[in-house]
């Protein structure tokens, strides 16, 4: 009889390779993941629908016609300088939290004048802005 246990060799397991593949695969994810670039305005573009939403009452109201004129509250502004706008709308800010910028664009009011108000309100830090759209009559489709 032979109460002499077997000499076994250890079991080594080598992981280098398995981290080498690891980071082979990270920086393959890195370079090939096309990264989500969002914009510094957060709009939320309204839908028209029949349903009536109640103004809220602290909320800015801006007003653009087709000429370029501003208004803010329904008080026409001196000029269309964002300046003035900035000016016009820190004014109507006072006493309010954070309240939402609604935009009353005519429909030939230029892309240009709405551009403007929206980097006004950025620049004075309201990221709320919306836009006023009126229902689509059954005559109009």
Known sequence: MNFRSERRDEVNLDITPLIDVVFL????????????????????????????????????NVGLDAQGNVYINDNALVNAQIETIKTALSDALVGLNEPPIIISADAEASHQSVVRVMDAARQLGLVKITFATQEIKADDE
């Open 25 to 60: 695969l990270l920086i393959f994810f890195m370079v090939s993941t096309t990264f989500e670039h969002n914009s510094e305005i957060n709009i939320t573009l309204p839908t028209s629908s029949k349903e009536i939403t109640e103004a809220k009452p602290d909320a800015v």
